[in-house]
């Protein structure tokens, strides 16, 4: 038995075996097959030890040619290959390991599947750091990061206590004859796998001669929650030294969390039409991400993005809701942008909340954008 020598083709018993076992793990979806049933399809077909040699080599000619087209970016194959590879040797944690990650970098395959064979692994081997870190990676939603360039001369600004990234656009001291300040204007990105929905930070200003700081509130539940990789715009002004400040530091702490899920749906198209004239050259989406409707207020959550190449320094959108008879609830005013912010960039992403006090129920919105410059 074996691999025949002038053909290349393995002999019928293991062809045999090969046979079974992937039918078996096709039949038993939602149980992995141990090594001992392996070993007694073994002894059923009547295998020897060439044999068991030869599946072997079928097990890692699977690897190498899933590492192939991982190598061409053909990621369905790889995953065919190593789902065969894993499917005659079950027990290996490395080929598990392989195929789970296939699954995660593969936008059409389900995270939580490669989340199942990282926990099989773990129950193996649970010091495998590997596993670890990509049911971390799978807990994370995939998401583009926001991370624009501060303007010129912007002092080195960081964030402490917490995986948030601080995105300065602008963040400089001004001195007067009588008084300085600190101007900041920027996001505070969500970089931990949680969704945030409030918090605080110390800002300290650090000069040659010590630290001087300030307590300042970035984020309140009136807020839509902030998803991972999203980036929260702000604004802060305050009093500063008059000696030279050299660097920044927001230090974070008072974060409150949900566990976030590991995809969300993507937002509900939400048409809108234009009140002033339309400026050429100006796109803009908006989606919905959710509404609801309690205690006497109608909230919806809107994500807008600018699609145009210009950068927009105020954006207002005027939500009207309306009740199904078509009396009007009530309106809203939606701003992106403005004092409150820095200025709305090409490709930027906000998420804001609409809400309107009524008794009546909301049935239907209407979103036009009332202000543009």
Same mark, same amino acid.
């Given at each position: 038995?074996?691999?025949?020598?002038?053909?290349?083709?393995? #002999?019928? *018993?293991?062809?045999?075996?090969?046979?079974?076992?992937?039918?078996?793990?096709?039949?038993?979806?939602?149980?992995?097959?141990?090594?001992?049933?392996? @070993? #007694?399809?073994? %002894?059923?077909?009547?295998?020897?030890?060439?044999?068991?040699?030869? &599946?072997?080599?079928?097990?890692?000619?699977?690897?190498?040619?899933?590492?192939?087209?991982?190598?061409?970016?053909?990621?369905?194959?790889?995953?065919?290959?190593?789902?065969?590879?894993?499917? /005659?040797? *079950?027990? =290996?944690?490395?080929?598990?390991?392989?195929?789970?990650?296939?699954?995660?970098?593969?936008?059409?395959?389900?995270?939580? +599947?490669?989340? +199942?064979?990282?926990?099989?692994?773990?129950?193996?081997?649970?010091? !495998?750091?590997?596993?670890?870190?990509?049911?971390?990676?799978?807990?994370?939603?995939?998401?583009? /990061?926001?991370?624009?360039?501060?303007?010129?001369?912007?002092?080195?600004?960081?964030? $402490?206590?917490?995986?948030? $990234?601080?995105?300065?656009?602008?963040?400089?001291?001004?001195?007067?004859?009588?008084?300085?300040?600190?101007?900041?204007?920027?996001?505070? %990105?969500?970089?931990?796998?949680?969704?945030?929905?409030?918090?605080?930070?110390?800002?300290?200003?650090?000069?040659?001669?010590?630290?001087?700081? =300030?307590?300042?509130?970035?984020?309140?539940?009136?807020?839509?929650?902030?998803?991972?990789?999203?980036? /929260?715009?702000?604004?802060?002004?305050?009093?500063?030294? !008059?000696?030279?400040? %050299?660097?920044?530091?927001?230090?974070?702490?008072?974060?409150?969390?949900?566990?976030?899920?590991?995809?969300?749906?993507?937002?509900?198209?939400?048409?809108?039409?234009?009140?002033?004239?339309?400026? +050429?050259?100006?796109?803009?989406?908006?989606?919905? %991400?959710?509404?609801?409707?309690?205690?006497?207020?109608?909230? /919806?959550?809107?994500?807008?993005?600018? $699609?145009?190449?210009?950068?927009?320094?105020?954006?207002?959108?005027? &939500?009207?809701?309306?009740?199904?008879?078509?009396?009007?609830?009530?309106?809203?005013?939606?701003?992106?942008?403005?004092?409150?912010?820095? *200025?709305?960039? *090409?490709?930027?992403?906000?998420?804001?909340?609409?809400?309107?006090? $009524?008794?009546?129920?909301?049935?239907?919105?209407?979103? @036009?954008?009332?202000?543009?410059?």
């Amino acid at each position: 038995m074996g691999v025949n020598a002038e053909s290349g083709e393995m #002999d019928d *018993p293991v062809r045999e075996y090969i046979d079974r076992v992937l039918r078996l793990q096709d039949e038993r979806r939602a149980v992995t097959l141990t090594q001992a049933d392996l @070993e #007694d399809i073994a %002894r059923e077909v009547g295998l020897t030890d060439d044999d068991l040699v030869a &599946v072997h080599a079928e097990v890692q000619a699977h690897r190498a040619r899933a590492a192939g087209f991982r190598r061409h970016d053909l990621l369905d194959d790889a995953i065919i290959q190593l789902r065969e590879a894993l499917a /005659l040797a *079950p027990t =290996d944690p490395d080929i598990a390991m392989e195929l789970a990650d296939a699954l995660v970098s593969s936008p059409s395959s389900d995270p939580n +599947e490669a989340r +199942e064979l990282a926990l099989k692994v773990l129950d193996l081997d649970p010091n !495998r750091d590997d596993a670890f870190a990509l049911v971390a990676k799978i807990r994370k939603p995939k998401t583009t /990061l926001f991370a624009p360039q501060p303007q010129l001369g912007a002092l080195p600004t960081t964030a $402490t206590g917490a995986d948030i $990234t601080v995105l300065p656009w602008v963040s400089a001291q001004a001195v007067y004859e009588d008084a300085a300040y600190y101007n900041f204007q920027g996001w505070f %990105r969500n970089d931990t796998a949680h969704e945030l929905e409030e918090f605080e930070a110390t800002l300290l200003l650090k000069t040659d001669d010590g630290v001087v700081d =300030d307590q300042c509130y970035i984020m309140s539940t009136a807020h839509p929650p902030l998803r991972p990789g999203e980036a /929260l715009p702000h604004v802060l002004t305050t009093s500063a030294p !008059r000696h030279t400040v %050299r660097s920044v530091e927001f230090r974070m702490h008072s974060i409150a969390t949900v566990p976030a899920p590991t995809k969300y749906p993507n937002p509900k198209p939400c048409p809108y039409s234009w009140k002033i004239d339309q400026p +050429e050259g100006i796109t803009l989406t908006v989606g919905e %991400r959710a509404r609801t409707q309690a205690h006497g207020h109608f909230y /919806l959550a809107l994500v807008m993005t600018n $699609t145009s190449e210009r950068t927009l320094d105020v954006l207002e959108f005027k &939500v009207t809701g309306r009740s199904a008879d078509g009396t009007v609830c009530g309106e809203s005013l939606v701003r992106v942008g403005g004092a409150s912010s820095p *200025p709305f960039l *090409p490709g930027e992403q906000r998420q804001n909340k609409a809400w309107i006090a $009524t008794t009546l129920d909301v049935v239907d919105v209407t979103v @036009e954008v009332v202000t543009l410059r």
